[in-house]
């Protein structure tokens, strides 16, 4: 039996929401790096990004794998350091627990429908939303300073 395994990739910016993208395989380094060849840059455009941008994802290790990391540096890409063992401030894991929420009230009964769906939510996410998001940003990251990396309110 085969089971489909389906991956939603999206970015942002503050200029709002990039492009969301769902993979139908497992994610791995090579996908991964397809998935940024393919959306990225056009997301970039779209949110007329120019130059002055930074990629920011986590330590998952697809993300973090020797490969990939060979792979954004031939793309000169800059890409925001973390830790390994740092807090999830990645703001975009807030926009994906707001995606959560309003597709999950749109109760989906199907994989089809919770595609379609997270397509349509994602369409809705306002600029004003990606804007408190990245305007944030620097209190989320001076709080966990302040905690020595403890808990903090996010």
Request: aromatic content about 8%.
């Amino acid at each position: 039996m085969e089971v489909e395994v389906s991956w939603f990739e999206g970015c942002f910016a503050a200029a709002g929401p990039g492009q969301l993208t769902i993979t139908e395989s497992t994610m791995n380094s090579t996908v991964y790096q397809r998935v940024l060849e393919e959306h990225v840059k056009p997301s970039v455009k779209k949110l007329k990004l120019k130059r002055n941008w930074t990629l920011q994802h986590d330590n998952d290790p697809k993300h973090t794998s020797k490969s990939t990391k060979d792979w954004l540096k031939t793309k000169k890409w800059r890409v925001l350091e973390w830790p390994s063992q740092s807090p999830d401030l990645n703001p975009i894991e807030m926009l994906w627990s707001d995606l959560k929420r309003a597709v999950h009230a749109r109760n989906p009964s199907n994989i089809s429908q919770l595609k379609e769906i997270c397509i349509e939510e994602w369409g809705k996410l306002s600029l004003d939303q990606c804007q408190r998001l990245v305007d944030g940003y620097k209190k989320r990251l001076t709080e966990v300073i302040s905690a020595k990396g403890g808990n903090t309110s996010y």
